[in-house]
T-cell receptor
Framework: EPEVTQTPSHQVTQMGQEVILRCVPI?????FYWYRQILGQKVEFLVS????????KSEIFDDQFSVERPDGSNFTLKIRSTKLEDSAMYFC???????????????FGAGSRLTVL | DAKTTQPTSMDCAEGRAANLPCNHS???????VYWYRQIHSQGPQYIIH???NNETNEMASLIITEDRKSSTLILPHATLRDTAVYYC????????????FGSGTQLTVLP
C-alpha cells in the first residue's frame, strides 16, 4: 500500500538552528499538508500546499516556517530559527483530491520528532 | 465545518465490538463524517468516511443516523492493537481544506 515517507524520524537541534524536515508524499497525490503535535496535545494543522503554492495556513505557521516542493517528489518544512516550543512531532500528509465534490482522504506519514535544546 | 462531540475515553474487552459514538448535531447536508485514529505517537490513520449511508470496510463500520446528527464507529472484534485515540471529524464535501483534529476518544482495549 502506498505510504507517505518522512525523514528524519528524530532530530535534535540547538535553539536558533535551522531545521529541514522532509516528506515524500504518495506519487499521484496533489495536496500536501504539515501538522504538528506537541507532546500530550492535539494534532494541529500548520499548512497545506497545492499547485506549488500555499493554499491554507494556520496562525502557528508564521515567518519562521516555510514549505517547498523542490524537485517534484519531496515536500519540505523548514524552520528557520528553532525555539524550545518548536519541539514536537511533525506529520506530513497528502491527498489525491481531484474534484470539487466528494471526500478528501488524507494519508499521514509516521512523523518526525523534533527536539530543540 | 460542524463541531463534533466525543466521549473522552472508553474501554472495550478484547474480541468484543467497540462502538464509538460521535455527535455532530450541526452537520449540513454536504458534509462528510470522517474517522481517523492515532496509535500512540504515530501518524493519524484514516479509518472510514461517510455522507449519508452506512459504510463498511476491512477496518470498521460507520453507522450514520437518519437525521445525520450523530454517528457510531464500530470495530467489530477489537484487538489490543486497536487501543488508540479515535477522532471523528466533519468536513465539507469537495473541500481540500485541512482536517481539524479535536481531542477524540481514547479507546483502551482490555485483555
Amino acid at each position: 500500500e502506498p505510504e507517505v515517507t518522512q525523514t528524519p524520524s528524530h532530530q535534535v537541534t540547538q535553539m536558533g538552528q535551522e531545521v529541514i524536515l522532509r516528506c515524500v508524499p504518495i506519487s499521484n497525490h496533489l495536496y500536501f499538508y504539515w501538522y504538528r503535535q506537541i507532546l500530550g496535545q492535539k494534532v494541529e494543522f500548520l499548512v497545506s500546499f497545492y499547485n506549488n503554492e500555499i493554499s491554507e495556513k494556520s496562525e502557528i505557521f508564521d515567518d519562521q516556517f516555510s514549505v517547498e516542493r523542490p524537485d517534484g517528489s519531496n515536500f519540505t518544512l523548514k524552520i528557520r530559527s528553532t525555539k524550545l516550543e518548536d519541539s514536537a512531532m511533525y506529520f506530513c500528509a497528502s491527498s489525491e483530491h481531484r474534484s470539487y465534490s466528494g471526500a478528501n482522504v488524507l494519508t499521514f506519514g509516521a512523523g518526525s520528532r523534533l527536539t530543540v535544546l | 465545518d460542524a463541531k463534533t462531540t466525543q466521549p473522552t475515553s472508553m474501554d472495550c474487552a478484547e474480541g468484543r465490538a467497540a462502538n464509538l459514538p460521535c455527535n455532530h448535531s450541526t452537520i449540513s447536508g454536504n458534509e462528510y463524517v470522517y474517522w481517523y485514529r492515532q496509535i500512540h505517537s504515530q501518524g493519524p490513520q484514516y479509518i472510514i468516511h461517510g455522507l449519508k449511508n452506512n459504510e463498511t470496510n476491512e477496518m470498521a463500520s460507520l453507522i450514520i443516523t437518519e437525521d445525520r446528527k450523530s454517528s457510531t464507529l464500530i470495530l467489530p472484534h477489537a484487538t489490543l492493537r486497536d487501543t488508540a485515540v479515535y477522532y471523528c471529524i466533519v468536513r465539507l464535501s469537495g473541500s481540500a481544506r485541512q482536517l481539524t483534529f479535536g481531542s477524540g476518544t481514547q479507546l483502551t482495549v482490555l485483555p
